[in-house]
């Protein structure tokens, strides 16, 4: 039987680095986009104010209720 080599695995020489497939390139630029998805949601947020962005309370209406006239005999509406 023959024995195993006891030369260490990168001890061939050299090794020519692999070029870039198509994978690698689509690796990249979904990072870009992804990147460039986390600047956007960043601005848009800047928009809407300071963080908590879910708290509404400084967003209330002036009005409290919306005041509708009446449908009576004497409307002349076409809605009525």
């Given amino acids: 039987m023959s024995q195993p ?3 260490k695995p990168g001890a061939e020489g ?5 070029k870039t497939n198509v994978y690698t390139v689509m ?5 870009i986009c992804i990147v460039a998805a986390c600047l956007l949601l960043y ?3 800047k928009r809407w104010g300071s ?7 400084a967003a209330t209406p002036n009005a409290q209720a919306l005041v509708v ?3 009576g005999p004497s409307a002349t509406d076409v809605l009525c």
């Fill in 51 to 57: 963080y908590p962005w879910w708290n509404t309370a």
């Fill in 69 to 71: 006239p009446a449908c």
């Fill in 14 to 18: 050299p090794v020519q680095k692999q």
């Fill in 27 to 31: 690796l990249i630029v979904s990072f």
């Fill in 43 to 45: 601005a848009e947020l």
């Fill in 5 to 7: 080599s006891l030369a």
